[in-house]
């Protein structure tokens, strides 16, 4: 499963370059794609007993750095730092869940925080990496609108993960 990770987040990295880029004007009003799947993958996947949070969400964000690193003028680095805050934020959100307990709704509800409060974050490291910090109280629509963007397509991209959960195997449940 941690491969299907992988690939998806190597496929949809050159797509986050692209909407950066060319489909918004502000690029901090951008979501931030590998965060919203990081977030929905985490929730979807981890809460079990024997995998407290998920842990095959950490190696999955070198490759998203990488490749928007090559992408743009910033370094890999930066990308890499940005992202940081995405698994770190769905450890505690995936922490919060309870087998058996925990139902969809509030798996959705935890994900689209994680995602929003993630894509924000990633926003405001760019954004002081870029020297931009002193604008960003005038950019707070920006950073709202990338928050909700994001937290819109973890929601969807929980509900395509939705049959990948991890289940209790017994005999007779």
Partial sequence: M??????????????????????????????????????????????????????????AILLPAVVLGAASEERMGWFLLALLPAPALAAVGAAR??????????????????AALGAMSYAVVLAVAAGLATDLPASSPSLLATGLGSAGLAAVAMLAFWPLRRRERSLFA
């Fill in 2 to 59: 941690t491969l299907l990770l992988l690939l998806l987040l190597l496929l949809v990295a050159p797509v986050q370059a692209a909407i950066a880029t060319a489909l918004v004007r502000d690029p901090l009003a951008a979501p931030v794609l590998p965060v919203a799947l990081i977030a929905a993958w985490a929730v979807t996947r981890g809460g079990t007993g024997d995998h407290e949070g998920c842990p095959e969400i950490w190696p």
């Fill in 97 to 114: 869940i309870r087998p058996r307990v925990t139902g969809f709704g509030r798996r959705l509800g935890i994900a689209t925080g994680v």
